[in-house]
C-alpha cells in the first residue's frame, strides 16, 4: 500500500467522521421556523351601550387567518384577519338607552378585523430537544394595534392572554382570548344615546373574542434556503 492510498483513507475516515458528528449535533439541535400560519374558530361578544358589563352575553360565530412571524422563542408579532359576529339590543338591558323614536333596537353586526399584536411567551416555546430548554406548552400575554370595519372603520387596541402547545415539530394548536378595545361608539349602530362627550377610550365599543386555532411552521431559520418549507 503506498503512502498516497493511506492519506487517502485517512481523509475519507476524517470526514466520514466529521460528517456523523455534525448529523448528530444537529439532530440535537432545534430547528427554529420563521413563520407559522393558521386559522382561527372561536366566539365573540360585545360590550357597549346595550351591554355594560356582562362577559360571553348574545355570543356570536367568530373565524379568520392568522400569521406569526417568530423573533425568538419567547416573542412574536402575530397577523390576524377576523370576523366576529356581535349582536344585543334595548330589551332586557340593564341600563335605560334613550332613543329618538322610543323604540326598541337590535342589532347583529360583523366586525371585520385587522390587527398585529405582540406576543411575550413566559418561557420559550418549542419541543423542547435544544439547549435553549424551550417547552411544548407556554402560556403568553399580548398587546396591539388593530382596524376595525362594521358601520365604519376605526382603530381598536386589542389586548389579551393566551396558550399554545406544539403537537408536532410543525404544528400547533392554541387557545387565543383578546380583548379589543375600539375607538368608536358606533359598532353597535348607537351612537351616543346619553349625549356624553367622549374620552379616549371612554363611551367607546368594546368586543372580545375567544379563538382555538391550529397553525403551521414554514420557512426554517437554521437551513440554506429560508424559502424551503
Known amino acids: 500500500m503506498t503512502r498516497t492510498t493511506q492519506s487517502k483513507r485517512l481523509m475519507t475516515s476524517l470526514c466520514m467522521a466529521m460528517t456523523s458528528l455534525l448529523g448528530s449535533y444537529a439532530d440535537a439541535q432545534e430547528l427554529e421556523y420563521k ?16 351591554n355594560t358589563n356582562s362577559l360571553y352575553k348574545n355570543n356570536g360565530l367568530a373565524g379568520g387567518a392568522m400569521m406569526r412571524y417568530n423573533i425568538n422563542p419567547r416573542m412574536s408579532l402575530k397577523f390576524n384577519l377576523t370576523a366576529n359576529k356581535i349582536s344585543g ?37 418549542g419541543m423542547g430537544k435544544g439547549y435553549k430548554g424551550t417547552r411544548r406548552l407556554a402560556p403568553y400575554i399580548h398587546l396591539g394595534l ?9 382603530m381598536n ?12 415539530e410543525r404544528v400547533n394548536i392554541g387557545l387565543d382570548w383578546a380583548m379589543h378595545f375600539s375607538l368608536t361608539d358606533k359598532l353597535d349602530g348607537i351612537e351616543d344615546p346619553y349625549a356624553i362627550k367622549s374620552g379616549f377610550l371612554k363611551n367607546k365599543d368594546t368586543y372580545c373574542a375567544t379563538m382555538f386555532y391550529v397553525s403551521y411552521d414554514i420557512c426554517p431559520k437554521l437551513r440554506k434556503c429560508n424559502n424551503d418549507i
Open 146 to 154: 388593530g382596524f376595525s370595519c362594521a358601520d365604519n372603520v376605526a
Open 157 to 168: 387596541i386589542p389586548v389579551g392572554i393566551g396558550v399554545k402547545y406544539k403537537v408536532a
Open 35 to 50: 413563520y407559522e400560519i393558521g386559522g382561527m374558530l372561536g366566539t365573540s361578544f360585545y360590550l357597549g351601550d346595550t
Open 89 to 125: 339590543g334595548t330589551e332586557g338591558a340593564s341600563t335605560y338607552i334613550p332613543t329618538s323614536d322610543g323604540e326598541k333596537i337590535d342589532f347583529n353586526n360583523v366586525v371585520y378585523d385587522l390587527g398585529c399584536q405582540y406576543e411575550i411567551s413566559f418561557w420559550g416555546y
